[in-house]
């Protein structure tokens, strides 16, 4: 039962930004198991958007395995909820590939974040996170990622990137990317930047008669799209990214 689970603070560096008083009532002991078998492909997706099934919290936990040869390709948009959390506890056995593309936008006082931990458990797997914040108001977006690599995981090849991007003033975006390497023949990078709409691009834009929201809304999409650039349902991937440009549109 909750009552007797310890709820983090603050002072957790996995729980670090989050708005841990929403998780009074929460089950913190609630963990989805993904086990993927040899060989075997697995896709799966989280939209948290607008609706009447949408909570003020919003946690989902998930812990992966992902077996030698198998492959694991998850896509998330936070777009709703006062605090929205994904994290996601993924173990690489050999050869395996892990692939996440993640989005969250928001504005008010929410929160919206990513927490992985990626552990390459055995030689030659690989791993890809691709993470984009959009946030206005006082909105906050994190991504908190660890990459594990222990000491025979040798011929690992992983990667994390992260780009925030603030609308207005007030709003804020945080990135923790963290690697853990014990092996000595990897491959291993991360990368995490913030920054504002390049105010040239929408000068140029402008000049050639696009209005000032449209303009916005093409440099947001393009910003948002590496997310789910690995997708390769066209169709899915497009109703996705635009749940996250409607929820831009009507804040802004």
């Given at each position: 039962?909750?009552?007797?689970?310890?709820?983090?603070?603050?002072?957790?560096?996995?729980?670090?930004?989050?708005?841990?008083?929403?998780?009074?009532?929460?089950?913190?002991?609630?963990?989805?198991?993904?086990?993927?078998?040899?060989?075997?492909?697995?896709?799966?997706?989280?939209?948290?958007?607008?609706?009447?099934?949408?909570?003020?919290?919003?946690?989902?936990?998930?812990?992966?395995?992902?077996?030698?040869?198998?492959?694991?390709?998850?896509?998330?948009?936070?777009?709703?909820?006062?605090?929205?959390?994904?994290?996601?506890?993924?173990?690489?056995?050999?050869?395996?590939?892990?692939?996440?593309?993640?989005?969250?936008?928001?504005?008010?006082?929410?929160?919206?974040?990513?927490v992985t931990r990626?552990?390459?458990?055995?030689?030659?797997?690989?791993?890809?996170?691709?993470?984009?914040?959009?946030?206005?108001?006082?909105?906050?977006?994190?991504?908190?990622?660890?990459?594990?690599?222990?000491?025979?995981?040798?011929?690992?090849?992983?990667?994390?990137?992260?780009?925030?991007?603030?609308?207005?003033?007030?709003?804020?975006?945080?990135?923790?990317?963290?690697?853990?390497?014990?092996?000595?023949?990897?491959?291993?990078?991360?990368?995490?930047s913030v920054g504002?709409?390049?105010?040239?691009?929408?000068?140029?834009?402008?000049?050639?008669?696009?209005?000032?929201?449209?303009?916005?809304?093409?440099?947001?999409?393009?910003?948002?799209?590496?997310?789910?650039?690995?997708?390769?349902?066209?169709?899915?991937?497009?109703?996705?990214?635009?749940?996250?440009?409607?929820?831009?549109?009507?804040?802004?």
């Amino acid at each position: 039962m909750n009552s007797v689970i310890e709820l983090p603070t603050r002072r957790e560096e996995a729980w670090r930004y989050s708005r841990v008083e929403r998780l009074q009532g929460e089950n913190l002991d609630d963990w989805r198991i993904i086990d993927i078998a040899e060989g075997e492909s697995f896709r799966d997706t989280l939209l948290i958007a607008d609706g009447p099934d949408t909570r003020p919290t919003e946690l989902h936990r998930w812990r992966v395995t992902v077996g030698e040869g198998a492959r694991c390709e998850l896509f998330a948009v936070l777009s709703s909820a006062e605090y929205a959390r994904l994290e996601i506890e993924v173990t690489l056995k050999q050869g395996a590939h892990f692939e996440l593309g993640g989005i969250t936008v928001g504005g008010r006082e929410t929160v919206r974040e990513f927490v992985t931990r990626v552990v390459h458990a055995e030689p030659e797997a690989t791993s890809n996170q691709t993470v984009r914040s959009v946030h206005w108001g006082h909105g906050t977006g994190n991504f908190l990622g660890n990459i594990d690599v222990v000491r025979h995981a040798q011929k690992t090849d992983a990667a994390q990137d992260f780009k925030g991007l603030l609308l207005e003033k007030g709003a804020s975006v945080n990135a923790v990317p963290q690697l853990e390497i014990f092996a000595d023949d990897v491959k291993c990078a991360h990368g995490a930047s913030v920054g504002q709409l390049d105010e040239t691009a929408r000068f140029y834009m402008g000049a050639r008669g696009l209005s000032p929201d449209l303009a916005r809304r093409l440099l947001v999409q393009a910003f948002l799209g590496d997310a789910l650039v690995a997708w390769d349902d066209e169709g899915a991937r497009q109703a996705m990214m635009q749940v996250a440009l409607d929820k831009v549109d009507k804040a802004l």
